[in-house]
């Protein structure tokens, strides 16, 4: 995901988005404080919304220790949920807003933001959660949950490397998102895999070709 935002930085066509009126959201955090490079939100700033003329009132980060809540992850969950319903409106008839774009990396085991197989957070219907020792480091994080994620108008699933090559083929052939989380991150309008030849390499031959859909 860093990267794409890297390549959206130096594309020429960048400035034609106004991106004053876009806001930036973030589906899952690692809990470690702001600027930490284990961060998503570092890598983004340093990727993207460093390079662009953002509006700041518009950049949505979440909480880390170091914010209003201390060290309390589950209080951080619901603030940033609080902040996501602050931004609804009437039309999208869900806790958070429809977002435009969501866009998550696969987990060699499956996991999409940090909903991992198996996992209380995978059962949740609350629009954020905490998430409590995560089988990758760091151990605690914020993250969507299913509700949220399928709120979003449109969901890109970004996978590249052999490593991803069973997860990609295994959340394409229709298992449960208990057992396969990337299995449940369906967009209302469209869901893309967005997967190079490698993170292919296990889907039947009519699906695996880079950009198949």
């Known amino acids: ?76 969950a619901e603030r940033y949920a609080s902040e996501l319903a602050a931004a609804t409106r009437p039309e999208d008839h869900a806790p958070v807003p429809s977002f435009d774009v969501l866009m998550l990396g696969i987990g060699p085991e499956g996991h999409v933001a940090s909903l991992f197989p198996g996992m209380p957070a995978v059962y949740d219907n609350r629009p954020v959660v905490a998430v409590r020792g995560s089988p990758k480091p760091p151990p605690v994080r914020i993250s969507f949950t299913f509700p949220s994620i399928q709120a979003a108008r449109e969901v890109w699933i970004l996978a590249s490397g052999e490593e991803k090559a069973s997860a990609v083929a295994l959340a394409l052939s229709g298992p449960g998102p208990v057992q396969l989380p990337a299995a449940g991150a369906r967009g209302r309008q469209r869901t893309l895999f967005l997967i190079d030849e490698a993170a292919a390499a296990k889907l039947p031959a009519d699906l695996g070709r880079p950009g198949a859909h």
């Open 1 to 76: 995901g860093t990267a794409v935002l890297a390549q959206l930085a130096a594309a020429p066509a960048r400035d034609a988005v106004d991106w004053r009126r876009v806001d930036f959201w973030w589906g899952d955090e690692r809990f470690v404080p702001a600027g930490d490079p284990e961060r998503n939100e570092t890598g983004a700033r340093a990727a993207l919304l460093d390079r662009i003329d953002a509006d700041p009132a518009r950049v949505h980060p979440m909480p880390g220790p170091d914010g209003p809540d201390g060290d309390d992850p589950e209080a951080a």
